[in-house]
Nanobody, 127 residues
Framework: EVQFVESGGGLVQAGGSLRLSCAAS????????IVWFRQAPGKEREAVSC????????YYSDSVKGRFTISSDNAENTVYLQMGSLEPEDTAVYYC????????????????????WGQGTQVTVSS
């Protein structure tokens, strides 16, 4: 059984930092693209970052570029999202996702392309 578990969310003041973790069981991150999505209340789920674990190439949405850093530890089968300079607009539930057929990060991210999801971790940024 594939299971993704996100952790590290919480309440933080604007300007603060958090590090999210996504750990997997039943699925090997190495060789796959792992994506962090987020969903704010009343909004669609959006991709904020992706890492191609085979070569380390990354993608960031314009809204987080320069503030968030994605990384992977293939030995630990874990992907991280270091979030800095947090803004109230970053408040959302953050999910990690992957699929057997997606090995590299692309330009576009459709939630329907991903079979495996975590349960999400809440990030709340106060002003």
């Amino acid at each position: 059984e594939v299971q993704f578990v996100e952790s590290g969310g919480g309440l933080v003041q604007a300007g603060g930092s958090l590090r999210l973790s996504c750990a997997a069981s039943g699925f090997t991150f190495d060789g796959h693209a792992i994506v962090w999505f987020r969903q704010a209340p009343g909004k669609e789920r959006e991709a904020v970052s992706c890492i191609s674990t085979s070569n380390g190439k990354t993608y960031y949405s314009d809204s987080v570029k320069g503030r968030f850093t994605i990384s992977s530890d293939n030995a630990e089968n874990t992907v991280y999202l270091q979030m800095g300079s947090l803004e109230p607009e970053d408040t959302a539930v953050y999910y990690c996702a992957a699929d057997d057929l997606l090995g590299v990060c692309g330009m576009y991210y459709d939630t329907f392309d991903y079979d495996y999801w975590g349960q999400g971790t809440q990030v709340t940024v106060s002003s």
